[in-house]
Each structure stands twice: as C-alpha cells, then as structure tokens.
C-alpha cells in the first residue's frame, strides 16, 4: 500500500535535517505548554463545575498526584463508594404485582 503525499511516514524524520527536527520539537513543546498553562486554565474559568471542583480540590488540599493511592482519605470514601455502587447497583421500586 503506498502513503499518499502529506501523510507521515517514519523516513521522513530519519532523513529530515538537524534544524528540522529540532524545530518539530520546540513546536511540540510550544503547543503542549500553550495547552497546560493556557489552555486548562481557560476552562477552568469558562466552566462552572470544573471551577467548583478545582475550588474543592484546592481548599481541601487534595493532593492531585496521589489521587489514586487509598492513603488520601477522600479517595478512600470515593473508592468505597463506586466499589459499592459496582457490587450493590441500585434497582428501583419492585414492580407491583396485580
């Protein structure tokens, strides 16, 4: 099967010259911290409940990069929680019999 032209094809960073490499790298780097520190932020604001869950988080003092360790107590009510929910799901009134 042949790439058509525009597509990517791994020879082509193999063969692509210092310059060129290094610029697709800073580019990449430019769009990934212009989405972490501009992007993100923006949606926090412009979205009420993520504004209100980042609020929560930052009051609490959540520590985000241990969210999913059970040592967090919060995590470990949340983890209960959805483990119950899994194992017990709600079913609703018994339909009536007549």
């Not at 990069?65 to 967090?72: I, M, R």
């Amino acid at each position: 099967m042949s790439a058509r032209e525009g597509d990517f094809n791994e020879d082509d960073m193999e063969n692509a010259s210092p310059l060129k490499r290094w610029l697709s790298f800073l580019l990449s780097l430019a769009v990934t911290a212009a989405f972490i520190w501009g992007i993100c932020p923006a949606l926090r604001e412009a979205s009420a409940p993520i504004k209100q869950m980042a609020d929560f988080v930052d009051e609490t003092g959540i520590e985000t990069g241990a969210f999913y360790y059970t040592d967090v107590e919060i995590v470990g009510h949340a983890d209960l929680g959805a483990r119950s929910t899994i194992e017990y799901p709600p079913r609703g009134p018994a339909p009536v019999k007549e």
